[in-house]
T-cell receptor
């Protein structure tokens, strides 16, 4: 069974630009969560989607948004990038909301 | 607000030593997971414990869920350099109608020196 696939693996963007990250969950998993990980802050929860609906949201500004498609694939978007948005962005899929999470390899975003 | 506190935050030991990592909360969880993460990669699920008092073993790793389902521990026997990484605990509290939260601890960075 294929694991969670995140694309791209690495991304370099300029301040003020926007970025879209993609996540394909494990087949049959309907819940997708997104996390931001930085050395100083650890793993910070962004949001969780189940059946195309956002079920949970973390404490991030409105520049961070996401969506989930009918095939459970998910995208997250960050607009007006700031230097502090540089981080490893992780996607995790679960069978249902807030159960065992299976992570992708992450997308390393660098904002310059 | 539900919180999971892990201790210690950093641990540097010699190969062959034993160690224990703790994960504590004042909240009750329906299940608790342990993950290991290597630099630049996503966390990998090691184990899920569900029942209060449950003990699970994975080779040299022993995981225990507290009787009240508020805390957990990870014990590694005879640590090896391959055990080096970031260990994360996560507590799951599920609500109704597909709601709930997965709360992560801050992580324990383990370095095992040869």
């Amino acid at each position: 069974k294929a694991g969670v696939t995140q694309t791209p693996r690495y991304l370099i963007k300029t301040r003020g630009q926007q970025v879209t990250l993609s996540c394909s969950p494990i087949s049959g998993h309907r819940s997708v969560s997104w996390y931001q990980q930085t050395p100083g802050q650890g793993l910070q929860f962004l949001f969780e989607y189940f059946s195309e609906t956002q079920r949970n949201k973390g404490n991030f500004p409105g520049r961070f948004s996401g969506r989930q498609f009918s095939n459970s694939r998910s995208e997250m978007n960050v607009s007006t990038l700031e230097l502090g948005d540089s981080a490893l962005y992780l996607c995790a899929s679960s069978l249902v909301v807030s159960t065992e999470a299976f992570f992708g390899q992450g997308t390393r975003l660098t904002v310059v | 607000t539900q919180l999971l506190e892990q201790s210690p935050q950093f641990l540097s030991i010699q190969e062959g030593e034993n160690l224990t990592v703790y994960c504590n909360s004042s909240s009750v969880f329906s299940s608790l997971q342990w993950y290991r993460q290597e630099p630049g990669e996503g966390p990998v699920l090691l184990v899920t414990v569900v029942t209060g008092g449950e003990v699970k073993k994975l080779k040299r790793l022993t995981f225990q869920f507290g009787d009240a389902r508020k805390d957990s521990s990870l014990h590694i026997t005879a640590a090896q350099p391959g055990d080096t990484g970031l260990y994360l605990c996560a507590g799951s509290s599920r609500g109704s109608s597909n709601t709930g939260k997965l709360i992560f601890g801050q992580g324990t960075t383990l370095q095992v020196k040869p």
